[in-house]
């Protein structure tokens, strides 16, 4: 039992669980960031292509 309670006390007392939510969060919001850039450029793209396509149908008809 004295050994749980001194791993408890390490861990506690170390800076290993911090650091780890600190990655965590950091992690989480590199992820928000690169949903956004992707979705942003996926509407984009598909204006792009719409254009271009609409453009065409036009030549062609």
Not at 35 to 45: K, N
């Amino acid at each position: 039992m004295k050994s749980l309670a001194t791993k408890v006390h390490r861990f506690l007392v170390s800076e290993d669980g911090p650091t780890a939510v600190e990655y965590a969060v950091m992690m989480a919001l590199i992820i928000v960031v690169c949903l956004a850039a992707i979705q942003t450029i996926g509407t984009r793209a598909n204006t792009t292509f719409t254009s271009v396509g609409d453009k065409l149908t036009e030549v062609q008809g």
